[in-house]
């Protein structure tokens, strides 16, 4: 038996050392949830699949935050351990296996009848719900999951760090972790539970907040400061699933923060007058969660958010200063009639802060942190890290190095490439996917179609695809875009694809935009372009269609954008 403890222990000390920023350019941190006391053991290494969380922020209670790493790390090496699971607070069954119960009393807002909804009290949730019983359930077990994550990664911002830093500071780094653990008093918290509402459908949601929040027709989540709550609803399509997550793990970090933390805001909003940017910026990062069988991570190359920013930035050439988003406060933001741009960047710096191998760089993002939610902490003073967008550009740069170093991540759904040094090679460390709807994979050196069939597993699945200046061979990529039916917007710009596309275009009844702009195509397509019932937008300049083939394509479809580029 002290044999295993001993090897326990190594393993744990060896994750720490192989996470150092640096080393294996790793970009995300491993973190660890409740399993169930019959889950088995983890057996793969931590090391692969992210770096522990305290690593690179230096701040008093990082002997604490240290030993309660390893807490969580013996937990998955040891589900069973008694221990362990007595001095969390976790029961032997999943929260999952608790039913609702009808709630008895009257909810002041929403105004809910007693009886008319459904409740689940988890060890750190209050769930007022009218969605139906297993969703209820599915969001009970995601909240109390996602709040052991978040005290993993925000450690010195957390209510229960401050008895962790007296109790824990003075434990041995070189004992058994598990027979130490058996003389401390059980995890409680102190303050009451948070409360998170579900709606029964997202028509309810809005009518109900619509007053309280006029904004929330366009949002699928939402918490509110002045009521203390979570808000989302339930009916979710199963392809929507994903998205009503990720925006559960946005809003329930804007409540732990506020919640999970002595702040001393009050009844004051985080980020009114200034530095709103970071309110937003993390709880947007907190979107990469990343949930496996025995181990999450958070951040990473491969997170969504970071796809719409590489596009906006590496792509577009967009640029928007640290030093703006820190300037504007939460009604400046809410003016702006580029929120989709203002988001995308203030959560690709936030991912740049936490996930780069800037020194201090995580360190100075917790300091503000502090201040946003004025939350006492120990956290170290940092020099502020160099800001310019070159940095931010440097970041989003990937390349194959980075790819193999980060290639334990789920099947993407969105996956932008475009202006990276990625070749056949980094692609081939990442997961074929069934349900990859967006993909641009532009400029990249020696692609073939077979790197993009690969990749993505099930061709109807996307809806946006841009290979513009690659290499793919014309009758590969015909046979390859026959099946991708669903296609909406299609960029084969500077590639080689020739009139043979026709047969494939045929297929694609829901296109509504075509960049063919220097390719081989000639006039053979200009009637399986006049037959598509949905095509808005369409560029064939400097290929062989003709300015015949091009008036007869005015003339058929006269509200067609034609040639919209300026090409010189």
Partial sequence: MRHVVVIRFLAVLCLAQACVPGAGAQDRSVVFFPLGANADAQSNNATAFGRLPNVGVACGTNDAWSHYLRVWANHHQSPQDASIRSFLGISDANVSAVAPTIGRATVKFPVW??????????????????????????????????????????????????????????????????????????????????????????????????????????????????????????????????????????????????????????????????????????????????????????????????????????????????????????????????????????????????????????????????????????????????????????????????????????????????????????????????RLSWLDLSRMRGLTIADVERLCADPKSLNSLSLEATPIEPEAATDFLVRATEIEELDLSSTPVDGALARSIQSMNNLETLWLTGSRVGDEIIDVLISRPKLQTIDVQRTQVSEAGIERLRKARPQLRLNPLEVR
């Fill in 113 to 434: 009848r007693p009886g008319s909804y459904q409740k689940i009290d988890t060890p750190h949730f209050q769930i007022l719900s009218r969605a139906d019983a297993a969703f209820t359930q599915k969001v009970a077990e995601d909240a109390e999951r996602f709040y052991w994550i978040w005290t993993q990664i925000f450690f010195p911002f957390w209510e229960g760090s401050l008895n962790l830093e007296r109790t824990m500071a003075s434990l041995s780094k070189d004992g058994d972790i598990v027979q130490q653990v058996r003389e401390l008093a059980p995890l409680k918290s102190s303050r009451p539970r948070m409360r998170v509402v579900i709606f029964r459908d997202a028509n309810e949601y809005q009518t109900t907040l619509v007053r309280d929040e006029p904004g929330v027709a366009q949002s699928t989540g939402y918490y509110s400061d002045k009521w203390k709550t979570t808000f989302v609803y339930g009916g979710v399509d199963q392809a929507d699933e994903v998205d009503a997550t990720a925006t559960r793990h946005h809003e329930w970090t804007h409540q732990l923060f506020r919640e999970a933390t002595f702040s001393r805001l009050g009844n004051r909003s985080p980020g009114e007058a200034k530095e709103f940017w970071l309110v937003e910026g993390i709880a947007g990062y907190m979107e990469s969660l990343a949930v496996f069988n025995q181990h999450a991570t958070v951040g990473g190359w491969d997170s969504e958010r970071l796809q719409y920013a590489r596009y906006r930035i590496l792509v577009g050439g967009d640029e928007l200063l640290l030093s703006e988003l820190r300037s504007e406060g939460r009604l400046a933001v809410q003016r702006r009639s580029d929120l989709s741009r203002w988001y995308a960047h203030a959560i690709a710096q936030t991912h740049r802060l936490m996930d780069s191998d800037e020194p201090n760089s995580r360190q100075w993002l917790y300091g503000q942190l502090a201040r946003l939610y004025e939350v006492n902490t120990s956290i170290a003073p940092a020099r502020e890290p160099v800001a310019e967008q070159q940095q931010l550009r440097d970041f989003l740069v990937v390349d194959d190095e980075h790819l193999l170093a980060n290639s334990h991540i789920q099947p993407p759904r969105k996956l932008c490439l475009a202006q990276c040094e990625v070749t056949s090679q980094g692609l081939k460390s990442i997961s074929p996917s069934d």
